[in-house]
Structures are given as structure tokens and as C-alpha cells.
């Protein structure tokens, strides 16, 4: 049998240009072509390898070749999100957002700001403000509301009429639905101190102001 001439297979476009030199445990298509060139030559001629069977393993090789190829299209694709990330949490730094909080931040004559979640009609919502040593120094009387989020504001004052020191102040809300009293969640104004990319299948994390972290997913809105 003729001896089969890398360089016919290569006229043939069954081969690659040579490229950068691969690490010694890659094999990359011209060195399984070498292979498959060695195996031909070195066949018992009495018995020689079926041509359908050297169509398979080239068939295999690219197949291998193009799961390879694919993987570094997802790689780029990933890194293009993960750019895309990094440009929209730039954009947040320094933006107030309304997440689900249990407490707000007053500053010296600000206010904290939210709306709770109201899952059914009431006669009568309210909310508390605790200050750290569990003392309330406030109650809001939001009477009667629809379903639905319900808007506050807390000026800062205590029950005295005097401004409250700035710091942590937790927020309560309550409300009366068919004679009964219920706990309802409540969602603060934050300010974005920072982000944190969490990468590939990780989330955005928002850093608030005094106020840890939150998931960007549970942002209900931007201000």
C-alpha cells in the first residue's frame, strides 16, 4: 500500500497552519493528523484499516475540537457579561435604592423613608420607630389603606417633639385586617456606598451605607 504524505493532507485543507506551540500535553490537529499518518503507514497491509473507520476518528477529533470551540465562545460570552455588570454597578454608586430592611439610617435632620406591604384593605395601619436600646420614640398612624405598598415617612422627631439623634432606628408596621392584628414587611430607602461582582452565576451585591449588603435582585426600585 502507497504511504499516505502529511503534505497531500494538508493540501487537502485536513490539516491546520501552524500556530504558537502548545503546551507538550496538548494534541493539538496536527499532531493527531501525524498519528493517524503513522498508523496508515505502519498498518499490516494484509489487513488494512477500514476507510470508514479513519473517517471516524477524524470525524471524532472535530467533533472534540468544536465542544472545545464552543467552550471558548461561552468563555468570552461570560466575560462580556461580566463587563456589561461591572458598567450598570458602576452607575449605582451614590444612587438611593428601596430594598427590604427592617431598619433605616437617620441622619442629622433627615428623614427614613419606605413604604410596607400591605396584602389586603385595613382601617388601621401604623408604624413604630424603635431607636437600638428597644425604646420607641415614635408611632405614625397611616389610618386607613388600600392593598397593596403603602408609602411612609418619618420626620425624625420623636413623641416629644424633639429631633431624634442620628443613627439606626428600626421600623414595625401593623396592621388591623378582619379584626386581626398582623406584622407586615417593610422596604427602606438606602444609599449604594459600593458594589461587590459576584462573577459568572453570582449575583450583583449592593453595599449599602451602614447598612450591609443586599442581593441587586431584591432592589425594588432606583432613585
Same mark, same amino acid.
Given at each position: 500500500m502507497p504511504?499516505?504524505?502529511f503534505n497531500t493532507l494538508q493540501s487537502l485543507g485536513l490539516t491546520t497552519p501552524t500556530q504558537d506551540k502548545k503546551p507538550e500535553s496538548d494534541?493539538? =490537529?496536527g499532531d493527531f493528523l501525524k498519528l493517524m499518518v503513522t498508523q496508515l %503507514?505502519? =498498518?499490516d497491509p494484509l489487513d488494512p484499516q477500514d476507510s470508514g473507520a479513519f473517517l471516524g476518528q477524524i470525524a471524532q477529533f472535530s467533533t472534540v475540537?468544536? !465542544?472545545q470551540d464552543l467552550q471558548s465562545s461561552f468563555t468570552d460570552f461570560a466575560s462580556s457579561i461580566a463587563n456589561d455588570q461591572a458598567l450598570q454597578a458602576a452607575n449605582l454608586?451614590?444612587?438611593?435604592? !428601596?430594598?427590604p430592611l427592617e431598619s433605616g439610617i437617620l441622619s442629622d435632620g433627615g428623614t427614613i423613608q419606605g413604604e410596607l406591604s400591605l396584602p389586603a384593605s385595613s382601617p388601621d395601619v401604623s408604624i413604630k420607630i424603635t431607636d437600638q436600646s428597644g425604646q420607641v420614640v415614635q408611632s405614625i398612624n397611616l389610618g386607613s389603606q388600600v392593598a397593596g405598598p403603602v408609602p411612609f415617612v418619618w %420626620?425624625?422627631?420623636k413623641a416629644d417633639g424633639t429631633s431624634a439623634p442620628a443613627g439606626q432606628?428600626?421600623?414595625d408596621a401593623q396592621a388591623r385586617i378582619d379584626g386581626q392584628n398582623f406584622d407586615l414587611d417593610t422596604q427602606i430607602v438606602a444609599d449604594v456606598e459600593s458594589v461587590t461582582l459576584g462573577g459568572v452565576g453570582r449575583g450583583l451585591q449592593l453595599n449599602l451605607a451602614n447598612q450591609g449588603s443586599v442581593d441587586f435582585s431584591n432592589v425594588t426600585r432606583i432613585f
Open positions: 504511504e499516505v504524505d494534541l493539538g =490537529q %503507514n505502519n =498498518q475540537t468544536g !465542544i454608586v451614590g444612587r438611593k435604592v !428601596i430594598v %420626620n425624625g422627631l432606628y428600626s421600623v
